[in-house]
């Protein structure tokens, strides 16, 4: 669970009061969704009705649903005693929510993790053929942590026989117990069918640990990993194993995500990734380096779909970062999910990438233009006044190796992409995007993200724009940034600025994003 939060004794007490009260009666119920046009309310990203927001957990694909279980507090926009909301789709765009699933009992909070489909009911769950969906979570004893206890964080699990409407808790929790790690949590299970096991990845402070599973119930400590690998900057969080074919090539290669917090390239929370091999019992990588999944501030604690028909490895990550999380200047509900992307693995030279873009059923969200293609001729600037956005697809093509887009209100609030490849960097500026002021840390500087561009090489980028978010997707997918943005009016005006004195600008139509509530 990525929560890091440090509250006041006698604040804890009335919260954990109000839990026990509250949590066996309060439902988020599918009519309490409301029209989503406040202001900033994203209009083609998933977002709770109302109220507070973090992790994505549970993501699972059973008989036809999409699950999206998330950390949710029921009772303000602020963190809280964690429950795991619910919401479901059939085609990874449109949601719809459901109510709680799980609430915290006497073991603990409900932190974040995972969900499998237990094809084989080898947990013995169901009595009459039905099929078992499992929940695999960290429970967090507030009480033990106020004693100043390190063992306040277990894993327990729930099944459900009704795909997911439904959830009864096991008896025998916790099913693994804390023998004195401080940061124990955050369980990502899979199946291994080589060794014919569960695998739990899960994270304990500095590192990973791997445990196995016959029947999602009994587990054994198998290994560790990353102790000295990766970024080490702040706690391990979120963790996610998993194989991918590498493109045009005949070789799997497995990927462990870790966010990580703090310590992202660009301050607070982000996401590092690994790429390696596993047996079944221990995961290696020679990767001296971190590399990470997105090198932008709001994209963080994600991990990916068990299940999913098509074998596709979909990703979907928390659009925050603790430093300002709290803070965002929303009144009604707190936080929003990326887009739901499809991750894939290549390979440059000797090196292993991991590569995130939108899933297709994305594009099925935008329809009418809102302006036509055009070119940006070279060392040539070109200003577009386009209503609606905030709200759209911009797409574009070059060989330029520096250039900057600008997106401005009428209030000259701005948001500013810069694309130097001679440096081998690209620049976000949101210092003058809108809102910045609600904590130092959102719009204190720049952000930066290395690049490797040959000379003349042609490149694309795409980007999507809602009503407080921006994501950037270059050359496919290879480099990405996740970032939010608080205009105080919508931008209605792009400036494309082509320094470059030889190359052209392609622009695609720019295309309205239908919103999917």
């Known amino acids: 669970m990525a929560a890091r939060i440090k509250l006041a004794f006698v604040f804890l007490c009335l919260l954990l009061m109000a839990c026990k009260e509250t949590t066996t009666k309060k439902e988020l119920k599918p009519s309490q969704e409301q029209s989503y046009k406040e202001k900033y309310r994203p209009q083609f990203h998933f977002s709770p009705s109302e109220k507070w927001m973090n992790d994505p957990n549970g993501l699972v694909y059973h008989d036809g649903i999409y699950h999206l279980f998330y950390q949710y507090y029921p009772d303000d926009i602020v963190w809280g005693p964690m429950h795991w909301g619910h919401a479901v789709s059939k085609d990874m765009v449109h949601w719809e929510?459901?109510?709680?699933?799980?609430?915290?009992?006497?073991?603990?909070?409900?932190?974040?993790?995972?969900?499998?489909?237990?094809?084989?009911?080898?947990?013995?769950?169901?009595?009459?053929?039905?099929?078992?969906?499992?929940?695999?979570?960290?429970?967090?004893?507030?009480?033990?942590?106020?004693?100043?206890?390190?063992?306040?964080?277990?894993?327990?699990?729930?099944?459900?026989?009704?795909?997911?409407?439904?959830?009864?808790?096991?008896?025998?929790?916790?099913?693994?117990?804390?023998?004195?790690?401080?940061?124990?949590?955050?369980?990502?299970?899979?199946?291994?069918?080589?060794?014919?096991?569960?695998?739990?990845?899960?994270?304990?402070?500095?590192?990973?640990?791997?445990?196995?599973?016959?029947?999602?119930?009994?587990?054994?400590?198998?290994?560790?990993?990353?102790?000295?690998?990766?970024?080490?900057?702040?706690?391990?969080?979120?963790?996610?194993?998993?194989?991918?074919?590498?493109?045009?090539?005949?070789?799997?290669?497995?990927?462990?995500?870790?966010?990580?917090?703090?310590?992202?390239?660009?301050?607070?929370?982000?996401?590092?990734?690994?790429?390696?091999?596993?047996?079944?019992?221990?995961?290696?990588?020679?990767?001296?380096?971190?590399?990470?999944?997105?090198?932008?501030?709001?994209?963080?604690?994600?991990?990916?779909?068990?299940?999913?028909?098509?074998?596709?490895?979909?990703?979907?990550?928390?659009?925050?970062?603790?430093?300002?999380?709290?803070?965002?200047?929303?009144?009604?509900?707190?936080?929003?999910?990326?887009?739901?992307?499809?991750?894939?693995?290549?390979?440059?030279?000797?090196?292993?990438?991991?590569?995130?873009?939108?899933?297709?059923?994305?594009?099925?969200?935008?329809?009418?233009?809102?302006?036509?293609?055009?070119?940006?001729?070279?060392g040539a600037s070109k200003e577009m006044e386009i209503e609606g956005l905030n709200q759209s697809k911009v797409e574009l093509k070059t060989s330029s190796r520096d250039f900057t887009l600008l997106f401005k209100n009428d209030l000259d609030e701005s948001l500013e992409l810069t694309l130097n490849a001679k440096d081998s960097v690209f620049v976000l500026d949101r210092t003058k995007s809108g809102k910045v002021d609600f904590q130092s840390e959102f719009g204190n500087k720049k952000h930066h993200m290395p690049i490797s561009i040959e000379e003349k090489s042609n490149y694309e980028m795409k980007i999507l724009l809602d009503w407080s978010s921006i994501e950037i997707f270059l050359n496919g997918g290879l480099y990405s940034m996740t970032e939010q943005i608080f205009p105080s009016e919508p931008y209605n005006t792009l400036i494309i600025e082509n320094r470059d004195g030889q190359e052209k600008i392609e622009l695609k139509p720019i295309q309205h994003m239908e919103t999917i509530w």
Not at 131 to 145: D, K, Q, S
Not at 169 to 189: A, S, T
Not at 355 to 365: G, I, K, S
Request: charged share 25%.
């Open 97 to 378: 929510h459901k109510p709680i699933a799980l609430y915290p009992d006497e073991h603990g909070l409900i932190f974040s993790g995972s969900a499998v489909v237990d094809i084989n009911n080898t947990s013995g769950f169901a009595e009459n053929g039905e099929v078992p969906l499992v929940a695999i979570f960290t429970y967090h004893l507030m009480e033990g942590e106020k004693a100043g206890r390190n063992d306040f964080q277990t894993q327990g699990i729930a099944f459900s026989l009704d795909n997911g409407d439904t959830w009864t808790k096991y008896e025998g929790n916790p099913v693994i117990g804390n023998e004195g790690i401080k940061d124990f949590r955050d369980p990502k299970v899979f199946w291994h069918q080589d060794s014919q096991n569960w695998i739990m990845a899960l994270v304990a402070g500095d590192h990973a640990k791997f445990y196995s599973s016959k029947n999602l119930k009994e587990w054994k400590y198998i290994s560790d990993f990353g102790k000295n690998q990766g970024a080490h900057g702040g706690v391990w969080e979120c963790p996610d194993l998993f194989p991918l074919e590498v493109e045009g090539l005949e070789e799997e290669k497995w990927v462990l995500i870790i966010s990580i917090n703090p310590g992202a390239p660009n301050g607070g929370s982000g996401t590092q990734y690994f790429i390696g091999d596993f047996d079944g019992k221990q995961f290696n990588s020679d990767q001296k380096e971190p590399k990470w999944l997105d090198y932008g501030t709001d994209n963080y604690a994600g991990v990916t779909y068990n299940n999913v028909p098509s074998g596709d490895r979909i990703f979907i990550g928390w659009m925050s970062n603790w430093d300002y999380a709290r803070n965002t200047p929303t009144e009604k509900w707190r936080s929003a999910m990326t887009l739901p992307r499809k991750l894939s693995l290549k390979k440059h030279g000797e090196e292993y990438w991991l590569v995130n873009t939108p899933l297709d059923q994305v594009e099925t969200l935008a329809k009418s233009e809102l302006i036509g293609e055009m070119l940006v001729e070279e």
